[in-house]
């Protein structure tokens, strides 16, 4: 089952409404600009792993992220705007 905010559309209006210059941790996998998006719906036990992503922190839960989400949190610049500028070249 896919949840409702996990696609392209929903992810790309969260970006927008971030401070565009604040910076984000690619790296850390419970807090990086992904985890950041499912913390803001109330998921807490979040972790990212490249392609995939947990909401409650088990690995039996593991579901693959959208096509292109790793590309944007990834690549360049490593803050809010930057990711969104991605995002709408990538995932729009």
Same mark, same amino acid.
């Given at each position: 089952?896919?949840? +409702?905010?996990?696609?392209?559309? &929903? ?5 927008? /409404?971030? +401070?565009?210059? /604040?910076? =984000?941790? %690619? ?5 990086? #600009?992904?985890? /950041?998006?499912?913390? &803001? %719906? *109330?998921? %807490?036990? #979040? =972790? #990212? @792993? *490249? @392609?995939? =992503? ?6 039996? &839960?593991?579901?693959?992220? +959208?096509?292109?989400?790793?590309? #944007?949190?990834?690549?360049? $610049?490593?803050?809010? *705007?930057?990711? %969104?500028?991605?995002?709408? $070249?990538?995932?729009?």
């Amino acid at each position: 089952m896919t949840l +409702p905010m996990v696609n392209n559309q &929903s992810f790309i209006n969260w970006l927008r /409404k971030q +401070p565009p210059e /604040k910076k =984000y941790a %690619y790296s850390d996998n419970r807090n990086c #600009v992904i985890c /950041k998006f499912f913390q &803001s %719906y *109330g998921f %807490y036990d #979040v =972790y #990212v @792993d *490249g @392609d995939t =992503y947990r909401l409650d922190g088990t690995w039996a &839960s593991a579901k693959r992220l +959208p096509e292109g989400w790793n590309h #944007v949190a990834l690549l360049d $610049e490593k803050t809010f *705007g930057a990711a %969104y500028e991605r995002a709408l $070249e990538w995932l729009d």
